[in-house]
């Protein structure tokens, strides 16, 4: 396998005049696209970038975001993305953790570059998309790219390098860097051209936040695959659906929450969206409602359900259109994430003894496979936790394997519910409340209580009038009683982060101040 940046050189020599991405109004071949992000490669080389260093960014989706990728890497230095909705503080200390000496922001994103801009210890060159009204010592993108030759300097980059280092959430205690490697990538892409079935004429949307590593990864499955991308530079789904049918987009990812709202939007009924062949979807749960709704929108669609993490890069495992009959004998796997990916191991591990546990069984979720990450950036102690030897990661989401091998996620571990000493993992109470026809939305915490040390409390919003009382006694005539809710409190929406999970620190907190335990 080569290194990523070969491919892409390879790919702009072979089908020179092949659209690479289109963006808007934008399109660029690849000849062009090879030649521009020469030239960024240059710029940056100029700006004192080189082997091992890292080039911060933070922008929503855009042809330069997917430039600066492979112009980094084509120094041997990494980039970082920056999730723009993160408050100044934050972003301040991701830049500042990789140590970035180049920072380049989005036309949105002044007023936050401002904000962050004399807290940045190592940053050297302030870069301006879209700012041509920049004034020194910013620079504006466009000219600062166009002023350089398309010379890099040689580089040969071995596959083991880190391609890009992406930062996780933080839901919990301080981002991390992630560190995937070119290898990471070539170990699952080879294999997507076959599943997916991309051929010369496939349109691939990059809709998904390029931060994450679902936007991140389809834009490098693009060139990798030599396929045509559509660039969304946010994930709106109105947006969404218009350019699918202005640009017959055949391939998509979106997350359950973005195919909610398709199926309530009255404008996305109003768009041909008959071109899409495949629809990935993953990165949170779907309920079987959501699913359904959403399959019969888009009747002639393959639907693949994918699950995986940041530190794996992507999906590990596949849940593949055959599985996809709502009224065929293996209905319930519909529930599944579906079968690992040739060359991963799942195995279920009870989080406490470290002993693996058998079918059935709920525990976390462990996987040993060559997309697993490098490690953390810098921090070696979270590292050896999350890959604890033998090429296992440990996920921190819980599930199990059923005897067929099927993937079934419940939970976060951290998210598990404690009550009188039963484990209750709220998606499976999550799901059937979706269940419920006046529930539009729902989550499900852990909260106080003297008696059982805390309980299921539902948070609901409403798609017609149900009290907590019936969705209680709703709950109770489908789980356990001691899963079902002992409380619900009506909200108007459910804090989410841009991939559609559930903020669920952010619900659990006014229910646990003043306690010394917050969570499980």
């Not at 020599?13 to 490669?41: N, S």
């Not at 500042?96 to 936050?112: H, M, Q, S, W, Y």
Request: glycine share 8%; with cysteine; aromatic share 8%.
């Amino acid at each position: 396998m080569q290194p990523l940046t070969d491919v892409l050189r390879e790919r702009a020599q072979a089908t020179p005049d092949k659209i690479a991405f289109y963006y808007g109004d934008r399109e660029i071949t690849y000849r062009e696209f090879d030649e521009r992000v020469d030239r960024a490669a240059t710029a940056l080389h100029a700006a004192g970038v080189g082997p091992g260093d890292r080039v911060a960014i933070l922008d929503k989706n855009s042809i330069e975001y997917v430039e600066q990728l492979f112009a980094a890497a084509r120094l041997g230095a990494v980039q970082v993305p920056v999730n723009y909705r993160l408050a100044p503080p934050e972003v301040a200390y991701i830049v500042n953790d990789a140590r970035a000496k180049v920072f380049i922001v989005g036309p949105e994103f002044t007023e936050l570059l401002d904000a962050v801009a004399g807290d940045l210890e190592h940053t050297t060159h302030l870069v301006v998309i879209g700012g041509e009204h920049t004034a020194a010592p910013r620079l504006d993108y466009a000219e600062w790219v166009a002023s350089h030759e398309p010379a890099p300097p040689a580089h040969q980059a071995a596959t083991s390098d880190v391609f890009v280092q992406l930062y996780s959430s933080g839901t919990t205690g301080r981002p991390k860097g992630v560190m995937l490697t070119h290898d990471n990538f070539l170990s699952i892409l080879p294999s997507t051209a076959e599943l997916w079935e991309l051929d010369e004429h496939t349109r691939m949307m990059i809709a998904m936040p390029m931060y994450h590593i679902a936007g991140n990864a389809l834009s490098v499955a693009v060139v990798f695959d030599g396929i045509t991308g559509v660039i969304c530079r946010e994930p709106d789904p109105v947006g969404i659906a218009r350019e699918i049918e202005r640009r017959q987009v055949t391939h998509l990812f979106l997350v359950p929450v973005l195919l909610l709202f398709w199926q309530s939007i009255p404008e996305v009924a109003e768009c041909d969206l008959s071109s899409l062949r495949v629809l990935l979807y993953g990165a949170s749960p779907i309920s079987q409602e959501v699913l359904r709704g959403a399959m019969k929108l888009l009747p002639g669609t393959k639907f693949f359900q994918v699950y995986g993490l940041t530190e794996t890069t992507g999906a590990v495992t596949a849940l593949p259109p055959e599985d996809h009959d709502p009224d065929g004998p293996n209905a319930h796997r519909l529930a599944s994430a579906g079968v690992p990916n040739e060359g991963t191991e799942i195995k279920i591990v009870d989080p406490s003894t470290l002993e693996e546990l058998p079918t059935g069984q709920v525990g976390e979720i462990w996987v040993r496979s060559p997309q697993n990450m490098l490690g953390y950036w810098n921090m070696p102690e979270a590292t050896a936790s999350a890959l604890p030897g033998d090429g296992w990661f440990r996920t921190g989401d819980a599930g199990y394997l059923d005897a067929d091998g099927y993937l079934y996620i419940h939970d976060r571990v951290k998210d598990m519910i404690i009550s009188g000493g039963e484990n209750i993992y709220p998606a499976e109470v999550e799901n059937v409340l979706m269940s419920h026809p006046k529930v539009a939305d729902c989550a499900v915490i852990g909260v106080p209580s003297d008696k059982w040390g805390e309980t299921p409390k539902a948070i609901v919003v409403k798609a017609g009038e149900v009290t907590e009382q019936e969705i209680i006694d709703y709950c109770r005539e489908r789980l356990a009683h001691f899963k079902c809710p002992t409380s619900v409190d009506f909200i108007d929406v459910i804090p989410r982060n841009p991939t559609g999970k559930v903020l669920k620190r952010e619900l659990r907190k006014p229910y646990w101040e003043g306690h010394e335990r917050a969570v499980h």
